[in-house]
């Protein structure tokens, strides 16, 4: 029976993390990301959405987090889910002047 409870209990919090967890949208317009710096939870998100109409691709280096999202043309966006605290600083490697650091708490 305390098995049961335990599980229950893991259960609930896990849920409770997940409804907290927050999606950011950061736009790439003009060849820039819409913010150059954000603040993020860990469990949060970034959707970096496509609204200019040339392909981006961004990615990070960072050992926080490192990704790449690979080329994406105008009106697709990619997410990337922040498992890890510390900083991730994220660029598009079509782009090189567009740069964005996330501070994961």
Do not use: W
């Not at 229950?8 to 003009?30: D, P, R």
């Not at 469990?43 to 959405?49: A, K, L, P, Q, T």
């Amino acid at each position: 029976m305390k098995r049961i409870y335990r599980i229950l209990a893991v259960g609930i919090a896990l849920s409770a993390f997940n409804a907290q967890a927050a999606e950011i949208v950061v736009s790439q317009k003009n060849k820039d990301f819409s913010q150059k710096h954000v603040k993020l939870k860990v469990g949060d998100s970034i959707s970096f959405r496509n609204d200019d109409p040339f392909f981006h691709n961004v990615f990070s280096l960072s050992d926080t987090a490192s990704f790449d999202l690979g080329s994406y043309p105008q009106g697709q966006s990619k997410s990337v889910k922040f498992t890890k605290a510390g900083t991730v600083e994220i660029e598009c490697s079509i782009h090189p002047n567009m740069k964005l650091v996330v501070e994961v708490q």
